[in-house]
């Protein structure tokens, strides 16, 4: 979980796609492939998962969370929803809700 968390915070978190690397290392992925994952499933080149204004766009697009939510994006729980929707992966506190 160390590195796991030293990854992400190393990417910018939720403002790039570091949260997103993350998940997909805690589920036993190195971070290499964890990059190149979370890469094709957001449809962008892994040199752009640390381009803060392209994960922006990216992020919007896909309403899976961003730093500062404009109204009506979501946001908590919701966005975790969409999180794994898009990467494809089951995560225990949105199953529980569905």
Do not use: F, Q, W
């Amino acid at each position: 979980m160390t590195v796991a968390h030293g990854m992400a915070s190393g990417m910018h978190g939720v403002r790039t796609a570091g949260d997103l690397v993350m998940r997909m290392e805690m589920k036993g992925m190195r971070l290499g492939e964890a990059k190149e994952y979370v890469a094709g499933k957001l449809g962008v080149g892994v040199p752009e998962l640390s381009d803060e204004y392209r994960m922006k766009e990216v992020r919007e697009e896909l309403d899976i969370g961003t730093v500062m939510a404009m109204p009506g994006a979501a946001k908590g729980l919701r966005a975790k929803a969409n999180i794994a929707e898009v990467l494809d992966i089951k995560i225990p506190c949105v199953d529980i809700l569905r």
